[in-house]
């Protein structure tokens, strides 16, 4: 008799509880992986992917105006939100079942109902059956914070915003970080007036700042309302069903829908995790050492709900790290230098390595070179938008320690030059690469 009903049982079917279930299977071991909600979890589910169809399908409303100044005859254009929002759920849907075929193909047994850990090798479901298993993976990721303020349940979080009935005329979204920036686009390109209101002084804190002070002039030119230093007080319904916002030090404001994007939490509560003496930190997230150990040997953790960084490829290279050193006899960890990531807002910004500011802190000598330039589309189609393209250097040795960037197609163009900086190659070795002309990233190679 087995000592255990599995050798693997995971909490959450999300990137990275999918990746280390799929692979620990392939790599021989019995596992089971258990979801409360739906296999795919928040990239796939309510996140990244349905995200990033809204930001295409926003964008059309540019295209289809740069498109009269190339010679287009475009007619009056009507947007249609339900027929946008249903595509874009059926695609979850086909996601959704693409990820649990893969399980399934792998012999992962998937189970629909939620978890909780009873002890080191034991989970509860909520059927009331017990299962042990020889090794317990959370990742339950993360979910969205609200602010602790009267009112906060008329809001609502990036878990509904894919479901809206209508699209609201007037937005008011809270927050200045990734989700904030990039729904301000997205329901600016529909039409809705945005108002973005954030409690500090900035957006997108821990991006270069360069790059943000251009996204901030380039979404108030468009219209994009912002409100700073604006903590939210109260949210209260008026008769007629719209929503009043009370912020400190400004005037209410009228809106129909509130949105909050104000971080994400840990998803740990009320996941028994006492009972098997795993430790959390202040901010809830499960405490792992570098091979994603908690502090009770059988239970390990990826992802968002470790707080390390929140981002799908980096929980999906956990989950696989994990399953390789565990079940794969083949010890592997992550390595976190150079991570590259991207805001999808209108235009994107994308950006790897170190800021100038940090790169100044931490080398003291440094280099920057800019390339501020109005990409040619936009040139003809009159847009009055430009890109931004910074790149930092360590001034002794000439290596590139970070690259930062504002424009159209900047996170498709970021992926391939992270390489680059990755590798660490000297800035000479981006100027002896021949520019790719016409084209926005050869001006990596022609910074001077
Ligand atoms: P972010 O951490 O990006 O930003 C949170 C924002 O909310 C900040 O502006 C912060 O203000 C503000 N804030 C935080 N707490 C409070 C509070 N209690 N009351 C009021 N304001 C508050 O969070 P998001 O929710 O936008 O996204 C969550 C995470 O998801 C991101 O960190 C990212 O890792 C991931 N994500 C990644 C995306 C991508 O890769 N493109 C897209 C979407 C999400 P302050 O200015 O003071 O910091």
Redesign the pocket.
């Known amino acids: 008799m087995p000592a255990y009903d599995y050798d693997l049982f995971v909490i959450g079917a999300g990137s990275g509880g999918v990746r280390a279930s799929r692979v620990a299977a392939a790599h021989g071991a019995k596992v089971a992986i258990c979801e409360e909600y739906r296999v795919g979890g ?1 990239c796939v589910i309510r ?2 992917v349905p ?1 990033k169809l809204l930001v295409y399908g926003a964008h059309f409303a540019e295209d289809l105006q740069d498109a009269k100044r190339f010679g287009w005859d475009v007619p009056d254009c009507r947007f249609d939100w339900p027929t946008l929002r249903d595509n874009v759920l059926a695609d979850v849907d086909r996601l959704n079942r693409a990820y649990t075929d893969t399980l399934n193909n792998n012999k992962v047994e998937i189970i629909l109902e939620r978890a909780t850990v009873e002890g080191p090798n034991a989970v509860k479901l909520a059927s009331g059956k017990t299962v042990t298993a020889g090794k317990i993976l959370i990742a339950t990721g ?1 979910w ?2 609200i ?2 303020v009267p009112g906060a349940e008329l809001g609502i979080t ?1 878990n509904e915003v894919f479901h809206l009935d209508a699209l609201p005329k007037r937005i008011v979204i ?9 729904f301000a686009g997205i329901f600016h390109e529909f039409r809705s007036h945005v108002t973005l209101v ?9 991006y270069d700042e360069s790059v943000r002070d251009r996204l901030l002039q380039i979404s108030m030119m468009k219209g994009i309302e912002f409100k700073f230093n604006a ?2 007080e109260k949210v209260e319904k008026q008769q007629d069903g719209t929503l009043k916002i009370f912020l400190k030090g400004c005037d209410p404001i009228e809106a129909d829908a509130v949105l ?5 939490r840990p998803h740990t509560e009320g996941l028994g995790l006492e009972n098997a003496g795993v430790e959390i930190d202040a901010n809830g997230a499960i405490v792992v050492d570098a091979d994603n150990k908690s502090s009770c040997d059988s239970i390990y953790a990826v992802g ?1 709900v470790t707080n390390r ?4 490829p980096v929980a999906i290279r956990e989950g696989q790290a994990f399953a390789d050193t565990i079940f794969g006899g083949k010890p592997t960890r992550v390595d976190y230098g150079c991570i590259p ?4 807002s209108h235009p994107p910004i994308a950006g790897v390595g170190m800021t100038e500011g940090q790169a100044r802190n931490k080398l003291g000598s440094i280099k920057v070179y800019q390339s501020d330039f109005r990409p040619m589309k936009n040139v003809l189609a009159g847009r009055n938008e430009r890109a931004l393209y910074k790149m930092i250097c360590n001034a002794e040795t000439d290596v590139v320690v970070g690259l930062h960037m504002i424009g159209p197609d900047a ?1 498709e163009i970021l992926q391939a030059a992270a390489i680059a900086v990755k590798a660490g190659l000297t800035k000479q070795a981006w100027d002896d690469t021949v520019a790719l002309h016409p084209s926005m990233a050869e001006e990596l190679v022609l910074l001077r």
């Open positions: 928040t996140g990244c995200k993360a969205p914070i602010p602790d990036s809270a927050g200045g970080g990734y989700i904030a920036n990039e954030n409690r500090s002084d900035t957006i997108l804190r821990g903590p939210f909050f994007a104000t971080g994400r968002d960084v929140q981002l799908t990531s991207a805001v999808f996170p």
